[in-house]
């Protein structure tokens, strides 16, 4: 019976031990280090949802022992999944905005999340970085999506500190409902912001996002200047330095892109009015510039073809909307670094790879942009060891597309096949 019973344990365990197949990705063409060559006929092998090796020619499953999945995809173009550093899954731009924020329970918004999410993932999106969202809401999404609950991109969600009546925090909207959804991490002066940025990491945020100027869609006249001070901004980058987290700002105008590099963010989103002395110190500093053109050309498409935007918000969206292409391209051919970031949730989600026919018009070249959606968000997350590009030991984040987006970047709009951490999500 002892015996017995050892054996049945030991099968038990042995029925309860995971299986960990092998996959065989065919690739007709692979990029596997995008702003180098592609090369051809190549076999991405992966196990437990990493890269084990690359190897040229299409190798045969029977070289591996155990299970072995071979995917075909030798009349494709393989590539790293593409990185977003700039979006908003909760919400999309429209005219119901106003009565969801009254309608829309919690609840409800966070499945329109998860909606957004896993069209993002479908849009061949692996990886994006949420820039502003109600945050325990996003925080739980991450996990989830962490912990294989639901399907979505890789998340690295932000937590927003802004000051009063800056564009990070509440407007249009009646005084009482503007007491009742002002948020703790609205902060005036350094050492509230301080305070801010600290209790903004304790309940989760991966990174800080801040407004070091006004934007677009807050429904006030106050413009798209420097809003935040000085020191407001370099205390906010010391508090979140001292505890491990890099600081993003949305930055319209120069004074505010300015005074933000100089407080030591690692980022800029939009930099809409980035000038000559901008450029210099974002080289000096190293930081990024995420551009989020699609956002730029929806508003302003928004503005003059619907009448649901108040005129403090299409004003400022003509305005800001029609200069950024020109700009980033000033930035760009100046040598500042660049993440691809989109603004999605102000355009429709599943839409992101728009964003890359806008840089290709401004003077990018394909190659360069893909570099941007690839190995530069994965320096701008500091998750360059484990992704960015498809060799040993980094994750399995896989998109494949019908032709070269080196010949064509239209290409990028419709994938028809993504992989992320060895798992296939759409295999068209």
Not at 5 to 16: C, D, N
Not at 94 to 106: F, R
Request: hydrophobic share 40%.
């Amino acid at each position: 019976m002892k015996a017995l019973t050892i054996a049945m344990t030991l099968t038990g365990l042995l029925a309860a031990s995971p299986v960990h197949a092998t996959t065989l990705i065919h690739a007709g063409e692979l990029l596997a280090i995008p702003g180098k060559a592609p090369t051809k006929q190549q076999t991405l092998v992966i196990e437990d949802g990493k890269i084990v090796e690359v190897r040229s020619g299409y190798v045969a499953a029977n070289q591996f022992q155990g299970p072995v999945e071979v995917v075909d995809l030798k009349d494709k173009f393989v590539m790293p999944g593409l990185m977003d550093m700039h979006v908003h899954l909760q919400f999309e731009l429209g005219p119901s905005n106003d009565s969801d924020a009254l309608k829309m329970s919690d609840e409800l918004m966070q499945m329109q999340s998860v909606k957004n999410g896993k069209t993002t993932l479908m849009a061949g999106f692996t990886t994006v970085r949420d820039v502003g969202s109600s945050p325990q809401a996003m925080y739980a999404q991450r996990d989830a999506i962490n912990k294989g609950w639901i399907d979505g991109p890789r998340i690295i969600a932000a937590g927003g500190v802004g000051i009063t009546g800056g564009h990070a925090d509440v407007s249009g909207v009646k005084p009482k409902l503007m007491e009742m959804m002002t948020s703790p991490n609205v902060c005036d002066g350094p050492f509230d912001c301080r305070r801010a940025t600290r209790n903004t990491i304790k309940y989760g945020a991966d990174l800080i996002k801040i407004t070091s100027t006004g934007g677009v869609l807050t429904d006030r006249a106050t413009g798209t200047g420097q809003q935040m001070e000085m020191d407001e901004l370099k205390e906010v980058v010391r508090a979140a330095k001292r505890m491990g987290r890099k600081v993003a700002s949305h930055a319209h105008h120069q004074d505010g892109i300015i005074a933000a590099l100089e407080a030591g963010v690692h980022s800029i989103e939009h930099g809409s009015y980035t000038n000559d002395k901008a450029i210099k110190l974002f080289k000096q500093t190293g930081a990024y510039l995420v551009p989020t053109l699609l956002a730029g050309d929806t508003v302003k498409h928004m503005a003059t073809h619907s009448e649901f935007m108040s005129p403090a918000i299409k004003s400022k969206a003509i305005r800001v909307g029609g200069d950024m292409l020109a700009n980033f391209e000033k930035a760009h051919k100046g040598g500042v670094k660049i993440a691809f970031g989109t603004d999605s949730g102000v355009s429709q989600h599943g839409l992101n790879a728009q964003e890359a026919l806008l840089m290709q018009k401004a003077g990018m070249k394909p190659m360069d942009i893909l570099v941007s959606a690839t190995i530069n968000g994965a320096d701008l997350i500091d998750m360059s060891e484990q992704l960015g590009t498809l060799e040993s030991g980094k994750y399995a984040d896989v998109i494949a597309l019908e032709r070269s987006p080196l010949d064509d970047l239209s290409t990028l709009l419709d994938v028809p096949f993504v992989m992320k951490g060895g798992t296939v999500y759409k295999n068209q």
